[in-house]
């Protein structure tokens, strides 16, 4: 019987490289577009040995932004993609587009070669804070976009927002939530602003220009949302993730389950078989690796391979499963590791337990305290299981 497996595929261009953004992205370069679509086909069928025995359950595309790139071109994909494994019967398509660049001839086009759930980049509805944030588009352009979506059939629509911007008042987040239901997505992910290392944001706020919005004003616009999205007939299935009945993102879920994904294009990152690879970042070198590999066997762009000692695994596994808010029950983990959850984590459960964090009974997960505080509790996981674990995987039993 054939084994499920999720494939990620990186589009790296885009129309303008946001201040805040630390992905693999980058403006100006259309010109590669044509020579990129070959080196990702390639990299497609170089993978085959890898995807032998498997059924694709689901494609991911992201970037960058792939809905820049021509819609032939992502059919092209999808279709070699369907060449090299079989599709599962209800295999989730997902692609990623921003507002006002995607016509709706574009969008039909899209639903035409098999994408089923468009995920729509709109990050606020505030005209002055897309405009801090980079974005060319105006919050007409995302209703538009969500407008011809339902047109074109999809069948599932998403809206990304992001908040915790410099200065934004809770109220004017609160607009945001509202404006974004009004258009009546099926989802809705919500993303704190992180200030990352080398953007061009995390530059302004070292040299003074802006000063990063409070971490309990962050914590209450989340908290407001939360209820806001759940009076609206929202579920949260995940910190992030907000969905009506039927429309989680089953992609996603293979990242946080601890499931195979295949990674395709420049800088994507891969997981396979407990072992994590990420292919070469620059357009350019990815398309000449691919030229130059592509006959000698899978993985032709890798750029690195990494094996995490085994608390660091143990560790990524429950701070991944705890993202998700059905969480898990002791039996997955003692299934997956081959030892009791109390004996790895014991002293760190009762800590989290005792803080209002976690709970245990009937699956152990987060408490709605706890989601605010999630990162803390994987560190100290981390540093609990680094302390207290061997680093190298014992013998299976």
Not at 23 to 29: D, K, R, S, V
Not at 119 to 140: K, T
Not at 304 to 330: C, H, I, K, M, N
Request: charged fraction near 20%; hydrophobic fraction near 45%.
């Amino acid at each position: 019987m054939s084994r499920p497996i999720a494939v990620y595929v990186h589009i790296p261009f885009c129309t303008v490289k946001c201040g805040y953004c630390d992905f693999n992205a980058y403006a100006g370069m259309d010109a590669l577009k044509p020579a990129y679509l070959q080196a990702l086909l390639a990299e497609i069928r170089a993978s085959a040995p890898l995807l032998e025995g498997r059924t694709i359950a689901s494609i991911g595309f992201g970037g960058g932004t792939p809905g820049e790139l021509p819609a032939a071109d992502i059919a092209a994909v999808i279709d070699a993609l369907r060449a090299s494994a079989p599709f599962a019967p209800s295999a989730e398509i997902t692609l990623e587009v921003n507002p006002g660049t995607s016509s709706p001839a574009h969008l039909e086009a899209l639903r035409a070669a098999g994408v089923t759930r468009l995920s729509i980049g709109a990050q606020s509805f505030d005209p002055g804070e897309l405009a801090f944030l980079d974005r060319i588009h105006s919050p007409e352009a995302t209703a538009a976009t969500v407008a011809a979506a339902r047109a074109a059939g999809f069948p599932s629509v998403s809206l990304d927002l992001i908040y915790a911007l410099p200065g934004q008042p809770l109220e004017r987040w609160l607009a945001t939530v509202r404006a974004a239901l009004a258009l009546r997505p099926d989802h809705l992910s919500l993303y704190a602003l992180t200030i990352e290392p080398g953007t061009l944001l995390a530059r302004r706020v070292e040299r003074g220009e802006v000063t990063p919005a409070d971490s309990d004003l962050a914590a209450d616009m989340y908290e407001a949302a939360s209820d806001l999205l759940e009076a609206a007939g929202f579920e949260q299935y995940e910190l992030s993730n907000w969905a009506r009945p039927g429309h989680q993102s089953r992609h996603n879920r293979a990242y946080w389950t601890d499931a195979d994904y295949l990674a395709l294009g420049a800088g994507a990152h891969g997981y396979l078989a407990g072992e994590r690879y990420a292919n070469i970042d620059h357009p350019r070198a990815y398309i000449d690796a691919v030229a130059r590999n592509a006959s000698r066997g899978p993985r032709p762009a890798l750029a690195a391979v990494t094996t995490p000692s085994y608390p660091a695994q143990v560790a990524d596994w429950l701070a991944l499963r705890l993202r998700l808010l059905e969480g898990f029950s002791p039996r997955e983990f003692e299934a997956r590791w081959s030892l009791p959850l109390e004996a790895a984590a014991g002293p760190v459960l009762a800590e989290a337990v005792a803080a209002g964090l976690l709970e245990l009974v009937p699956r152990v997960r987060l408490t709605r305290r706890g989601r605010l505080l999630h990162g803390e509790l994987a560190a100290r996981f981390l540093a609990h299981l680094d302390r207290t674990l061997p680093h190298a995987a014992p013998a299976a039993r």
